[in-house]
């Protein structure tokens, strides 16, 4: 899975302990070891927009929006809010076993990918270890212009 890759994963078990339920979850950045992947970081998006809007308890949350006019695969807007730190590790073997349940949908492209990361690291949310690996991912594929971790 490289950066930026986009899957919708039916009952997927991560981002919630008590409810498995269906997400979008987009690939931000593989930890390489002797060039083979370890794990795989992947951020998750709500729906719930409305809970980021003025005098909602969420409206001062740093967010990626995410707009279906500009991503045709995704079926609603949505967002990643990056306060969270909606990264959650993903190991290949769990790939490989939950194949059935998750699809390849599309791509993020690397403006908007430079964006969430920025972002991410203003949210201080993740940690300097999650975020490097993210880092050098994206500065793997050529993404230029990342924010310095802290």
Request: some cysteine; proline content about 3%; charged content about 25%.
């Amino acid at each position: 899975m490289k950066p930026g890759e986009v899957v919708r994963w039916q009952n997927c078990p991560f981002f919630n302990n008590s409810t498995q339920k269906d997400r979008w979850l987009i690939c931000l950045g593989t930890f390489v070891v002797c060039g083979k992947t370890q794990q795989i970081l992947m951020s998750t998006t709500t729906t719930k927009m409305e809970e980021y809007t003025s005098g909602k308890s969420r409206e001062k949350n740093i967010t990626f929006v995410i707009n279906r006019s500009k991503y045709s695969f995704f079926t609603n807007d949505c967002l990643i809010d990056l306060s969270l730190n909606p990264i959650e590790d993903v190991y290949p073997s769990t790939l490989e076993a939950q194949s059935g349940n998750w699809e390849m949908k599309g791509s993020i492209d690397q403006n908007d990918l430079r964006d969430i990361f920025n972002k991410l690291v203003r949210a201080e949310s993740a940690s300097a270890k999650v975020l490097n690996i993210i880092k050098d991912s994206l500065q793997s594929i050529g993404i230029q212009g990342l924010a310095k971790v802290k």
